[in-house]
């Protein structure tokens, strides 16, 4: 079941209190989504092709975003500065934000983004009511941030590329070694399976 998120509304009563949680200072901004929107879940690696091809520059910050009635939540995001200064989201809303028009944006730039490797910088979340399952859900989220920062952790300790699964160039990876991605990957695979069950439940 897909349930539909969208921007928070710039006066919603606990916008404060989940930008309070991210211990930013900044203030929301609505950034407009471009006409031509790259790959979702791919803001980084998106907004660094435009710099690339048009000029201009990545700001990072935090995407705020809610699901009605369950939970506010702020993920980390990147927009591009145009040439001229404008701001602009180049990156395709995901499938459970259909519609959506423009992005709700809080500039932050304590975080450094490194497109060579894959950020795994943890979402806050911010329930709205007091129930078993929401707070699964953010549980569940959680669960999975870890299990996807254990094995990032792997893949560099081992020089294993993030992207491509390959290792470096001179670099053997042991059979034992090889298990050790196996189960780091399958445990991401199993926590994420539970977060989106988890989700699920929130109106089902």
Not at 163 to 180: H, M
Request: charged fraction near 25%; charge should be neutral.
């Amino acid at each position: 079941m897909l349930h539909f998120s969208t921007p928070i509304p710039l006066d919603h009563p606990r916008l404060a209190e989940l930008i309070d949680d991210i211990g930013c200072k900044g203030v929301p901004i609505q950034v407009k989504l471009a006409k031509a929107l790259l790959q979702a879940s791919m803001c980084y690696w998106n907004v660094e092709v435009k710099v690339a091809e048009q000029g201009g520059a990545m700001r990072v910050g935090w995407l705020l975003r809610m699901l009605p009635g369950a939970y506010l939540c702020a993920e980390h995001h990147a927009v591009w500065e145009m040439p001229n200064g404008q701001l602009l989201d180049v990156t395709k809303p995901g499938a459970s934000s259909p519609g959506t028009r423009a992005s709700l944006f809080l500039p932050e730039e304590r975080i450094a983004i490194d497109t060579k490797t894959v950020p795994n910088i943890r979402s806050h979340y911010l329930a709205l009511r007091e129930d078993v399952e929401v707070a699964e859900f953010i549980q569940r989220y959680n669960k999975f941030h870890a299990a996807t920062k254990v094995a990032l952790g792997l893949l560099a300790r081992l020089k294993v590329d993030p992207f491509t699964g390959e290792p470096a160039e001179g670099v053997n990876i042991s059979k034992e070694q090889e298990q050790e991605i196996i189960s780091a990957q399958a445990e991401v695979n199993a926590t994420k399976e539970r977060m989106i069950f988890a989700r699920d439940r929130i109106f089902g």
